[in-house]
């Protein structure tokens, strides 16, 4: 007993002095544990694949130390969506990993689930794709690097009000952020002089899109809003979308950005070529910071295609990590770490972004963007914009 005892305190004390004799920080606080909760397998496998490659990308170009601690990620896999497990998971890394840092959370349902831990264990909590609006609200330990549906849904009304897009079915995933981006698309459309002549709301899980399509080919609109989250999903409406005649129907798509989520979209085909979303990430954004980032995420990550939206939000989110990292000295305490991420600003691989100090959203430019061949392959191509975007509900 005595020994067992002695033991560690002999070591703690060698560690304690270092070799110069001068203090040293005890082991177990030398690293910065960032706990990532995401879907690694199921569906939605990609979302946590994506953020991980950002993350990876961020570690590659900006080191795997800050402040002198090592940085240690901790990937934890939630299936989803299962806010269950989700939340299980996250309270597993606040006692047991006693992690720094909450962060990742691809799907709405899994980010709600893991506010209140966030809340009680006064964790940072670092939003990397979850979209509905009202998330922010629900811990004040949250920020959000991502985007919400509202902000980049009411652009796209305001664009299609601008070009003559008066009479539009929206077709949304029926669940937080599909909700919220048919209330805002609604919104702006009507203040634009449009409406909504059909709203048509589709499951989560496995959505049949063909019997929708037809209805919307029968509404005969001018064009057809639509979210549904990045993927599976839209793969499987584009397809429908050609396979029905849509186009040929002379009724445009406009959707969020979502929908030609730029990791999918070389798979889509030429289905996509022409349709115009609203989003706040392309890959083909022109700037110095997304080059560097677009060579740090084929250098860290080889194999993985394009980076989307959900890897440009973990690559910042890490930055954000870094910099209160730094500006704390390593002593990570939440409500320290949350007044400078209120107050944060940084030039994104996306552009410009900035954490609104009251509602930790995020404030950022939404593109307009066209499905166009550059070179061989489909890209978003961004031809307008809309600066200084916030969550238009708060
Ligand atoms: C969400 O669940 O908040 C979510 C998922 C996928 C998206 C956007 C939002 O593409």
Do not use: C
Not at 206 to 216: G, M
Not at 299 to 323: K, L, T
């Amino acid at each position: 007993m005595t020994i067992k005892k002695l033991v560690p305190a002999a070591t703690l004390a060698l560690i304690a002095l270092g070799a110069t004799g001068v203090p040293m920080p005890a082991l177990a606080q030398d690293t910065i544990k960032v706990g990532v909760i995401a879907a690694f397998s199921g569906p939605f496998a990609e979302y946590g694949k994506q953020m991980e490659g950002g993350i990876k990308a961020w570690m590659a170009q900006n080191g795997a130390t800050v402040a002198g601690k090592k940085v240690e990620i901790i990937l934890k896999d939630t299936t989803g969506p299962a806010p269950e497990i989700a939340k299980r998971l996250a309270q597993e890394l606040v006692v047991r990993d006693k992690v720094d840092f909450l962060a990742g959370f691809g799907l709405t349902p899994e980010a709600l689930a893991v506010a209140p831990v966030a809340e009680q264990a006064k964790k940072p909590m670092i939003i990397m794709n979850a979209a509905t609006s009202v998330i922010t609200t629900k811990s004040n330990y949250i920020a959000r690097f991502s985007m919400t549906l509202p902000q980049v849904s009411a652009p796209m009304a305001t664009w299609a009000a601008r070009n003559s897009i008066k009479k539009v079915v929206t077709l949304v995933a029926d669940y937080g952020p599909g909700i919220d981006a048919e209330a805002a698309f609604k919104a702006e459309l009507v203040k634009g002089g449009g409406t909504v002549t059909e709203a048509i709301r589709v499951p989560l899980r496995n959505p049949e899109f063909a019997p929708y399509i037809q209805r919307i080919k029968d509404a005969k609109p001018d064009a057809v809003f639509i979210f549904v989250p990045a993927g599976e999903q839209s793969i499987a409406f584009m397809k429908g979308y050609r396979e029905r005649g849509l186009a040929a129907a002379g009724i445009k798509v406009i959707a969020t950005g979502d929908l030609t989520d730029d990791h999918v979209l070389p798979a889509m085909g030429d289905a996509t070529l022409g349709v115009i979303t609203t989003f706040h990430y392309s890959a083909a954004h022109k700037s110095p910071e997304n080059a560097a980032f677009l060579k740090s995420f084929a250098a860290a990550n080889p194999g993985a295609g394009r980076p989307n939206f959900m890897a440009v939000a973990a690559y910042d989110g890490m930055a954000a990590i870094y910099e209160v990292s730094r500006k704390l000295n390593g002593k990570i305490d939440g409500d320290q770490a949350m007044a400078i991420l209120k107050n944060l600003r940084m030039t994104s691989p996306r552009g410009p972004i900035s954490i609104d100090p009251v509602t930790r959203d995020i404030v950022q430019t939404v593109y307009v963007r066209k499905v166009e061949m550059v070179g061989n392959e489909p890209y978003n191509v961004e031809f307008e914009q809309f600066d200084h975007q916030k969550d238009p509900g708060k």
